[in-house]
């Protein structure tokens, strides 16, 4: 019997030690290829690819960072963040992110359901009395149309999957830039809506009143409940939507391609950062980063709410966060998914070549999206992998197809 206590704390020894192991709290990037069963020669062919995009002159940078269990496999820069002065791409620069902002306001207003503020199927006008409850319903001639009352009220579960049907349309379109958040949602969500909520998927528009709903229920700016909230307690590091001017070195040239030369343009994630007004901030866009300061927001989700020692969502919530939200098909796609912030590789089989950064090699189940000017993630729960992809070049070069397929194929 003795013998058979011992055994049984043994067992549960190695399980508890199991479970910890796939939580890790911090990134190791001294790995050990051979416990992760990852191929250690075949990382060659990972740097060959976007040494070539280099050479081509494709690309004029890209940065990776991929950790498997929490180990980092890849974690390298290629090319230059600014071409013209020849200054080499570094792993800490900080890089646009565009629509990498709204995983992160959406992590931040669940943190909110989780404290009892609002239920998900809350019609956001109870928070939000300008929001409207009209869908367009047909053209009365090509500048005015007709409305009818929506089947259902929009909801807070609609805003955070982008099916509300919210337009995005100012109603002046020749009204300058709105100072506050506040100003601007308020004035957004009395345009009629494009659909039913509920009834379609209609990306970005909705994602300014998830950081309005976020600020209403904090009583904080979106910037000070990030930092306190999210940033601070997974120690992310120069994540912002401003900086003092001491941080323009680190910000990678955005470039566009033009005749087949890359040039530099002003292209700004939201407001430039570098501005004296600072007020604005919003949940569609704006955040700038570096890619290990994602790869912490990433690692987080990837353990179910926690990482640095600190849980920001619970495991449930998560979970509840991965589970598709839309009808079907949907203008993404008949095999398009989305949960509450992320997009959801399907779990049967499917040929998606036409949605962009869709890879079959991916795990079903994984999440992921991405920024305008190419800043991608995918977190895979199934191989316990988070990969990063940073560049900030546009339009697409499908280059982060090309490199999902270069770092599944290290797996053994």
Known sequence: MKNLSCLLLIIFFCISCECEKKKPQSFNYSPNFKALQVDQERISRIDNLLQEQIDKGILPHVLTFVAKNGEVIHHKAFGWKDMENQ???????IFRMYSQTKAIVTVALMTLFEQGKFQLDDPVSMYIPEMT?????????????????AVSPVRIRHILSHSSGITGLRRNRNAPPYETLDAYVKDLVKAPLVFDPGTEWNYNPSSDVMAYLVEYFSGKPLQEYLQETIFDPLD????????????KSRFVNIYRESNGKMEPVEMWSGRNPFSDDRRYAGGASGLNGTIEGYARFCQMILNYGEFNGHRILGRRTVEMMAKDQLVHPNSGGNDFYFGLGFEIYPEKETVRDYIPSFTPMVSPGSLSWGGMANTDYIIDPKEGLIILLYTNRVPDTKIWEKFINTVYQVLE
């Open 133 to 149: 409850d009209q869908v367009r319903d047909g053209m009365l001639n090509d500048t005015t149309f007709k409305t009818r009352k």
């Open 87 to 93: 200054v080499a791409l570094e792993q800490d620069d």
């Open 236 to 247: 992310i590091k120069d994540m912002a939507y401003f900086y003092d001017s001491s941080y």
